[in-house]
């Protein structure tokens, strides 16, 4: 895979700046991340420019998932040495390539910038308005949980997408991350992902569970994006530091994140 390197030449930028989807779930372990590197291969494929930001200012992990070593990231950019635009790492041969995309990625293991400051995470959101004309879609992979960083990153996208399962502790969390954003005003309407699902029919039940709650309590009914099957090949992939589509091209977890892909860019 790819290592960092400078870009040969700036992107071109595009008639319309990119949307930005916040991929959040309010609980760790649901494969947020995986699910994050997994729909950026998936738009790079559909042929649209990606760009994938590591929000987890403290335990960021995506490029240890994606075996790529980057001479810069999210640290250098929070702590003013660097724009955002000089952090950028091609992954998979970068944007234009098959299933090729950009990856800024986090701070890995270290807690140091779990405290940063939200008009540090402000500097960031600005340049991410400066970069969306160069691409067709930007993904914004934040950490578990609902602290302020994390509600101020969700804020700065134009869409919410959230990942959780059928467990109970995962929805709960989820609908607890909805709740606190529309009780800010934020005025969101997510897409929800159902991964490691039985089945398909197993997932849009979880679905319309989490959906009757949202409808209930909050007013409105979110939009289901899609359900993930659970797949052995995934752990697989991730313990190999290989993307699941490349060590494994025929897996159905990945079918079902290009069915997902279909769905968001219908949206």
Same mark, same amino acid.
Request: glycine content about 10%.
């Given at each position: ?20 989807? #916040?991929?959040? %779930? =309010?609980? $760790?372990?649901? /494969?947020?991340?995986? @699910?994050?590197?997994?729909?950026? &291969? *998936?738009? !790079? ?59 800024? #990625?986090?701070? %890995? =293991?270290? $807690?140091?910038? /779990?405290?940063?400051? @939200?008009?540090?995470?402000?500097? &960031? *959101?600005? !340049? ?140």
């Amino acid at each position: 895979m790819s290592g960092a390197s400078p870009l040969p030449e700036p992107p071109i930028p595009r008639a319309r700046a990119a949307p930005i989807y #916040a991929v959040a %779930s =309010g609980k $760790g372990g649901v /494969g947020k991340t995986w @699910l994050s590197t997994m729909l950026s &291969i *998936a738009f !790079g494929r559909a042929g649209q420019r990606t760009l994938l930001v590591d929000c987890d200012l403290g335990l960021a992990n995506v490029d240890v998932q994606l075996g790529v070593r980057p001479t810069a990231d999210v640290h250098s950019v929070v702590r003013g040495f660097l724009e955002l635009d000089s952090a950028v790492t091609p992954v998979l041969g970068g944007p234009g390539r098959n299933g090729g995309f950009d990856l800024i #990625a986090g701070h %890995s =293991g270290s $807690g140091a910038l /779990g405290s940063v400051k @939200l008009e540090e995470v402000g500097r &960031i *959101a600005t !340049g991410l308005v400066k970069l969306a004309p160069h691409y067709d879609r930007i993904l914004l992979d934040l950490a578990a949980g609902i602290d302020p960083t994390v509600l101020r990153f969700a804020r700065a996208a134009d869409k919410l997408i959230l990942v959780t399962t059928e467990e109970p502790t995962a929805l709960t969390d989820a609908y607890a991350m909805v709740k606190l954003m529309r009780l800010q005003g934020a005025p969101i309407m997510p897409y929800v992902i159902v991964n490691m699902a039985e089945n398909r029919a197993k997932g849009r039940k979880v679905f319309e569970q989490f959906a009757k709650a949202c409808n209930e309590y909050l007013g409105f009914r979110p939009k289901f994006a899609g359900a993930i099957g659970r797949d052995p090949r995934v752990p697989d992939s991730i313990r190999a530091q290989t993307p699941l589509p490349i060590r494994h091209p025929q897996s159905q977890a990945y079918e079902d994140v290009v069915r997902i892909v279909e769905v968001l860019n219908a949206g």
